[in-house]
């Protein structure tokens, strides 16, 4: 509303500008003018320098224009000062009209344009004319920039409860667009803040449904997917103008406190994992042993068929041969001797003889 | 008038200001996010911008509007979905089970002379809002066991604190839009310990059966593959049991007296009586 006076204001110091035979009846008007529009707009900072440069000027312009009246009895010198300052003005203002209405918007922005503060319409990606700033406002609003909360904080934790009454350690990212901007602008207090609680909400309840296994694990995927479809259902709820793209879990992890547990099951698992791979190996070489020997077998035995008499003898006698040619041989030809053969003499010498060699 | 302005600026210019302040008091800018109740001594006279379930963005009466000044005065009241938030606080379910819940609730001012009414500003309304919301949620989740407290949505229990809240927020001209539990904690002290602990004993049990189920494959494996290989043996060797025998005899002969290749048999003396079947021959078979 000030905006709006100040404008008013505005144009009508400047009418008496061009009116008004004495520029400084214009910069009279001028001071009193900014006084009213100063709003903080982008011609509010000019307009407050001006003032404060000035504000002391219309009297002086008073008392130079007097004495000047008094010694030279003519108001002549300061009329085409007065007429370049107005001009200056008016181009300043027009220039700020021109460059006010004209608007180029980035590929992925929108225009959000508020005529007098109500939604008017939305400047789609290019160049877009309006009417001058206090009337027509345009809010930017970047639309396909995709945005990134970070949430369940990575440095201390989080814990969540899941279904099965465990606790987890979890952090996400959430990221996300605006896809309506009017709606994003105008339907909620604080959308960013409203991002995070509904996410932290929604996450809260998808982990409430499922086991601390499957949030840990292989149903990672699924939990975020649920948890997108959860969020975007609430935003829309709101009328947010949000679009949620995806959530990324970037850990889930049991509590500190119970980790070392977690860790021995890992370990058991390992552990399981070599006893069965020992047993493994035992197979394998029990098995091929047991091929290998049935095979040898079964060759000998074909060939023993042929002739059964001749290859017994034949393999007893060969066996013997190698046997016996390895071991001290005593042979005692009388009965009876047998008991007070001198056992521990006969490896000495055998012993003797070998260290002979 | 440009006579008048020379002869007296500072009278002009003190006009001036008051002009300026008329013109910026009789004509308020309504933006789109709020809503405008204009009072006239303290009478509330007409709405502004008020919200409409379902009426799109820009049809609403936002922007230029007019008042007398000094007359009239406006209240600003926020049009846009406000949130209100719950501090954690401990709820008791039915199985006498404590657990900390942090709720917030979304609402919208769709009634604001009743809001300007009954809590003159947003900040009451806000404080009492905030009453309302522990008192419901704690007395609608405490009807509840432990387990359904996890996830209060999946019973429609959030749906029924949002309906009883609305029913009392209705009476400030607030419309409940969204409740949520935005955290459910285990108190900290001993239900956070016990709850550790039984996370603790669960991993180690599992540990213990992982491993209990290793050893038992592993047996299993290898008792199979000895049942096989004594299935080949027998497979083999029972076509002539005699044989086998003799056969098994000559091979452990072999390994007892001449050992691996490569080692040396601890040093053996063999007692031989001609009457040994090896020696047979040594006496003259012809004789």
Redesign the interface.
């Known amino acids: 509303m000030n905006i709006l006076s100040g404008w008013g204001a505005r144009a009508r110091g400047l009418f008496a500008d061009n009116k008004g035979p004495w520029g400084s009846s214009g910069s009279d008007d001028e001071p009193s003018s900014s006084d009213g529009g100063n709003s903080g707009g982008p011609w509010g900072d000019p307009g407050r320098k001006r003032k404060r440069s000035s504000e002391p000027n219309p009297t002086l312009d008073e008392f130079f224009r007097r004495s000047r009246e008094r010694f030279s009895g003519g108001g002549f010198p300061g009329r085409p000062d007065a007429s370049i300052f107005v001009w200056a003005v008016i181009v300043v203002v027009l220039l700020f009209l021109v460059f006010t209405s004209m608007h180029s918007i980035s590929p992925g922005q929108r225009g959000v344009v508020t005529r007098f503060g109500r939604y008017s319409y939305t400047l789609g990606p290019g160049f877009g004319i309006t009417l001058p700033y206090p009337v027509d406002r345009v809010a930017k609003i970047d639309v396909e920039g995709i945005r990134t909360v970070n949430l369940g904080a990575e440095s201390s934790e989080d814990l969540m409860l899941t279904g099965d009454q465990n606790l987890i350690d979890i952090a996400y990212a959430v990221r996300w667009n605006v896809k309506a901007p009017e709606l994003y602008l105008f339907q909620l207090s604080d959308p960013d803040e409203a991002i995070k609680q509904v996410a932290e909400s929604a996450m809260r309840s998808v982990i409430a449904q499922v086991t601390l296994q499957d949030a840990m694990g292989d149903k990672r995927g699924e939990i975020e997917a649920r948890v997108v479809d959860a969020m975007q259902r609430v935003l829309d709820g709101y009328r947010s103008g949000v679009a949620v793209q995806g959530v990324a879990i970037q850990q889930a992890d049991p509590p500190d406190e119970v980790n070392d547990a977690f860790k021995e099951v890992t370990a058991a698992q390992q552990d399981a994992k070599s006893y069965i791979n020992q047993a493994n190996s035992y197979a394998l070489q029990i098995t091929a042993k047991a091929q290998g020997d049935a095979t040898a077998f079964d060759k000998v035995y074909e060939q023993y068929k042929l002739a059964p008499d001749v290859t017994r003898r034949r393999m007893y006698y060969e066996t013997m041969e190698q046997v016996l040619s390895k071991v001290d041989k005593t042979i005692i030809e009388a009965p009876g001797v047998t008991p007070y053969l001198p056992l521990p003499q006969v490896q000495k010498e055998q012993q003797k003889k070998e260290s002979a060699q | ?2 006579s008048f ?2 002869a007296h ?1 500072i009278v ?2 003190v006009l ?2 008051f ?3 008329l ?3 009789s ?7 709020k809503q405008a109740v204009i009072v006239r001594f303290g009478k509330p006279e007409r709405i502004l911008n008020r919200y409409q379930a379902g009426r799109p ?2 049809t ?1 009466s ?3 509007s007019y008042k007398i000044p000094g007359v009239d005065r406006i209240v600003w009241i ?6 209100v938030d719950m501090q954690s606080q401990p709820v008791l379910s039915t199985d006498q089970r404590r657990l900390m819940v942090d709720a ?1 609730a ?1 609402y919208r001012i769709v009634d604001p002379l009743l809001m300007y009414i009954r809590s003159n500003t947003e900040e009451n309304l806000r404080s009492q809002l905030q009453v309302i919301l522990r008192s419901e949620v704690r007395n609608e989740l405490g009807r509840q066991p432990f ?1 359904a407290l ?2 209060p ?2 019973q429609g229990v959030m749906d029924d604190v949002r309906k009883s809240l609305n029913v009392q927020a209705a009476k400030f001209g607030v419309e409940i ?2 409740v ?7 108190p900290d002290g001993t239900p956070l310990q016990s ?2 602990e ?7 049990q ?3 059966s ?2 209990a ?3 038992k ?6 008792a ?3 049942a ?3 299935h ?2 027998a ?3 029972g ?2 049991p005699d ?2 025998d ?2 098994r005899a ?1 091979q452990s ?2 390994q007892t ?2 050992g691996e290749p490569g080692k040396q ?1 601890a ?8 009457q040994n079947d ?2 047979k021959e040594f006496t003259g078979r012809s004789r």
């Open positions: 008038m440009t302005v020379r600026p002009s210019a001036g200001l002009v300026l302040y013109v910026a008091s004509f308020p800018i309504v933006p789109e996010t963005i820009g609403a936002a922007g230029l926020d049009k846009r979905v406000l949130a917030f979304r387990a996890l996830s949505e999946r839009v969204d949520r539990i935005k955290k459910t904690d285990l709850a550790f039984s996370m603790r004993t669960a991993r180690l599992e540990a213990r992982i491993r189920q290793g050893m494959q592993a047996q299993i494996i290898q199979e593959a000895d096989n290989a004594s080949t043996y497979a083999s060797f076509k002539d044989f086998y003799f056969y000559m002969y072999r007296f001449i048999p040093p053996t003396t063999v007692v031989l009586s001609p090896y020696l």
